[in-house]
């Protein structure tokens, strides 16, 4: 794929974060009875939006690239999975009615949404492009791509077999652990992890549309693996 066509399909990670929020959304409100829990809902999905055009702006205008020293693509985890995890805990009637939507969903619709990290093979693309450093190919995308082609197979053997608890609970623990390859984005850039220089470096991590990945997509990927931990360790 030339570099023209692969750059005109940067906004597939916009769609990648807006159909995890509808998806994790659907989850949340099918068949729901608590009172109030809608309103919870559109809350939460109204502060991500808000979030997300917030994080395109600011990238835009180099924010996250000013601003690496101070860790800025970890801004996001904080804002969407630290909020969210708090919003559900501790908004009235949230946790009731988000335990009552774990319930409900299937272990093998909380497998399938991970299917969509095949996405991470874009960072391979941009590698190839001499646009990120091996290091970070290593330690970010590589793990995060094996780790979408391991959801397809589990969402396959759900649909005929019974997976034990323990090995579930393993899988998505694994799942969010993975995500901590992306402390290697700070390894060639300005920051308290930075280790080496390299060229290219990792600098386009923290421009748009890429930078959308830690401040928003891979979040939501985790809240989703918390969501299907609280199914699995009921």
């Not at 835009?60 to 860790?71: D, E, I, S």
């Not at 080496?196 to 989703?224: C, E, G, H, Q």
Request: with cysteine; net charge positive.
């Amino acid at each position: 794929m030339n570099k023209a066509k692969y750059e005109s399909l940067r906004p597939l990670i916009v769609l990648l974060g807006l159909t995890e929020l509808a998806w994790l959304s659907y989850w949340l409100l099918r068949h729901q009875p608590v009172a109030n829990f809608v309103v919870v809902v559109v809350g939460w999905v109204s502060v991500m939006l808000i979030w997300m055009a917030w994080v395109i702006h600011a990238g835009k205008n180099g924010f996250y690239l000013k601003h690496t020293r101070w860790l800025s693509n970890f801004i996001g985890v904080n804002i969407v999975f630290v909020f969210g995890v708090v919003w559900f805990k501790c908004v009235p009637s949230a946790w009731q009615g988000m335990t009552h939507a774990a319930e409900l969903t299937t272990l093998q619709e909380l497998a399938s949404i991970h299917i969509l990290r095949i996405l991470a093979v874009g960072t391979i693309i941009k590698y190839l492009q001499k646009q990120l450093p091996l290091h970070f190919l290593l330690l970010g995308s590589m793990p995060d791509l094996l780790f979408a082609i391991s959801a397809v197979v589990i969402t396959v053997l759900l649909g005929e077999h019974t997976l034990s608890r323990e090995f579930l609970i393993a899988w998505h623990t694994t799942g969010m652990i993975v995500f901590l390859g992306a402390l290697s984005m700070f390894f060639s850039v300005p920051s308290p992890f930075y280790l080496w220089r390299t060229v290219p470096d990792a600098s386009i991590a923290f421009k748009f549309p890429m930078l959308l990945a830690p401040n928003f997509t891979v979040p939501l990927f985790m809240l989703a693996h918390a969501f299907a931990l609280v199914k699995l360790m009921a």
